[in-house]
T-cell receptor, first 113, second 112 residues
Framework: DGGITQSPKYLFRKEGQNVTLSCEQNLNHDAMYWYRQDPGQGLRLIYYSQIVNDFQKGDIAEGYSVSREKKESFPLTVTSAQKNPTAFYLC????????????FGSGTRLTVV | DQQVKQNSPSLSVQEGRISILNCDYTNSMFDYFLWYKKYPAEGPTFLISISSIKDKNEDGRFTVFLNKSAKHLSLHIVPSQPGDSAVYFCAASRTSGSRLTFGEGTQLTVNP
């Protein structure tokens, strides 16, 4: 079955440490996205990539970094520069053209202590 | 600049009655709209969509209405069931666009 996998589901890190969230898809989708969900703020776009080896900043990219070395993978690194990293992180993928809609992963809950 | 807004953070309805979730947008370039449903600790799942060339799209118990002049869309769920209790996100895009813009979400609670 095709799908999009995020791991781990729960992640705890100490303040000041970088952490990388994994996102893998086998849907053969060209585009991939990272969103962050906070209570009352909906889904905010961090980074997105429409093609391998290329990506663009979203609305809240500060303190985050990404790479897109393979079509199937789009890992997100939360750096120590991110002021409020505790959140629920969602990865999504889509065919070329956002109007086709996204397929979302099940999310990673990151808690920084 | 919040281009897609869902002004009701929460909505509570009785089982069997109609649920109406509302969404407003400001960007007149948006021409494709989608609704997603999300349970806690899970990713959102696609529910229904509508293109700006239509004013209504129906799929079973779910109907989306689009009023382009008012830049307003709504999702109707009839009849509502307890399993419909979730957060509902409205999203918008340009057909040529590379990303969806989401609203803040509305928590729907359907009481038995």
């Amino acid at each position: 079955d095709g799908g999009i996998t995020q791991s781990p589901k729960y992640l705890f890190r100490k303040e000041g440490q970088n952490v990388t969230l994994s996102c893998e898809q086998n849907l053969n989708h060209d585009a991939m996205y990272w969103y962050r969900q906070d209570p009352g703020q909906g889904l905010r776009l961090i980074y997105y990539s429409q093609i391998v080896n290329d990506f663009q900043k979203g609305d809240i990219a500060e303190g985050y970094s990404v790479s897109r070395e393979k079509k199937e993978s789009f890992p997100l690194t939360v750096t120590s520069a991110q002021k409020n990293p505790t959140a629920f992180y969602l990865c999504a993928s889509s065919r070329q053209g956002a109007h086709y809609g996204y397929t979302f992963g099940s999310g990673t809950r990151l808690t920084v202590v | 600049d919040q281009q897609v807004k869902q002004n009701s953070p929460s909505l509570s309805v009785q089982e069997g009655r109609i649920s109406i979730l509302n969404c407003d947008y400001t960007n007149s370039m948006f021409d494709y709209f989608l609704w997603y449903k999300k349970y806690p600790a899970e990713g959102p799942t696609f529910l229904i969509s509508i293109s700006s060339i239509k004013d209504k799209n129906e799929d079973g118990r779910f109907t989306v209405f689009l009023n382009k002049s008012a830049k307003h869309l709504s999702l109707h769920i009839v009849p509502s069931q307890p399993g419909d209790s979730a957060v509902y996100f409205c999203a918008a895009s340009r057909t040529s666009g590379s990303r969806l813009t989401f609203g803040e979400g509305t928590q729907l609670t359907v009481n038995p």
